[in-house]
């Protein structure tokens, strides 16, 4: 297994760019998702727990989370 993130965006992101990244790759060697921002792959990175992330999913399917 690697430690080196494998990038993703989400096949629904066809909004010009204000999309987040996330590489779940790391989930089983780290227990983390790393998530950031791709217009900034430079900038920091986010590591949210697996829980986490899947609450952050769950919340946004469910209309809990909506654009700022």
Known sequence: MSD??????????????????VATNLVATSGAVPVRDSKSRSGAVLNLSAGSFSDFVAGIKAGRIGAI
């Open 4 to 21: 080196t993130p494998r990038w993703f965006t989400s096949s629904y992101s066809s909004n010009g760019g204000d999309c987040v990244e």
